[in-house]
């Protein structure tokens, strides 16, 4: 649906109502602060945490498992020197009583990497516990300290949220009013410039939170109010002092009922 078609001052009442209610967004924002992105860094640290803790779990289990199969296999080993052993008893010659030795041999030497293996897998449990204490004790204090900013950020979006929710739709609805070209200028000079104030009006002669002075003649035109004018030294658009402030009572009578 077509923008109806409005006069430059309509325009510039409309945008400067628009910087007001962003202005109020940012500034709910500004109490909000890094609460937010702190929050978040803390739930990526907790669960990592939390992964960390699961995966030193899973190692030993997996070395649990690894001892089994040790003691399984040293079991085995014992038992094939027992059957070897009997078998010597019954040899017809040296040849295979030479053999069977060389198995007995061999499951001794089985034996001994099995145990050196299960001694070794002892040691890396007792690291890997030491470890899970460490990590439950950052765990710990990171969740006491999550929960903690939670509380600080919950207390903040319950004061805060209805009204950004409420400025947030206001703001939609007056870029609606705006047409596309000077919605999308706005929004340019306003990422573009300290504070995020793209319109600002005449204070004391020069455009406001600037000490560039306006030339009288472009005063007259900015009052007169027939044309956009951008200030050329800041890039803001610039509005007169009477109509900005007709339009902060006009706008902070609509927040004060949000």
Do not use: C, W
Request: a negative charge.
């Amino acid at each position: 649906m077509a923008k109806k078609e409005v006069t430059i001052e309509e325009k510039l009442r409309a945008l400067y109502d628009l910087q007001l209610i962003d202005s109020r967004i940012d500034e709910i924002r500004n109490v909000r602060g890094e609460l937010p992105l702190e929050v978040e860094d803390l739930e990526d640290e907790v669960a990592g945490l939390n992964t960390r803790l699961d995966k030193l779990k899973n190692d030993l289990n997996t070395i649990d498992e690894g001892i089994k199969n040790k003691k399984n296999l040293i079991e085995e080993a014992k038992s094939l020197i027992k059957k070897y052993g009997e078998q010597q008893k019954n040899v017809r010659n040296n040849r295979e009583y030479n053999s069977l030795s060389k198995e007995i041999e061999f499951q001794e030497l089985e034996i001994q990497l099995a145990e050196k293996h299960i001694k070794e897998f002892k040691a890396q449990i007792v690291h890997k516990n030491e470890v899970i204490e460490q990590t439950k004790t950052r765990l710990s204090e990171r969740q006491a300290h999550l929960d903690h900013k939670k509380g600080e950020l919950d207390a903040i979006l319950g004061e805060t949220e209805k009204e950004e929710q409420a400025l947030l739709q206001k703001s939609a609805d007056f870029e609606n009013e705006i047409e596309d070209r000077l919605v999308n200028a706005y929004k340019r000079i306003r990422k573009n410039v300290k504070n995020g104030l793209a319109i600002v009006p005449i204070e004391r002669g020069a455009s406001g939170g600037s000490f560039f002075t306006i030339p009288p003649q472009v005063q007259m035109e900015i009052a007169a109010r027939k044309k956009i004018i951008i200030d050329e030294h800041s890039g803001r658009i610039l509005v007169d002092q009477e109509l900005a402030q007709e339009e902060k009572e006009k706008m902070y009578a609509i927040f004060s009922k949000l």
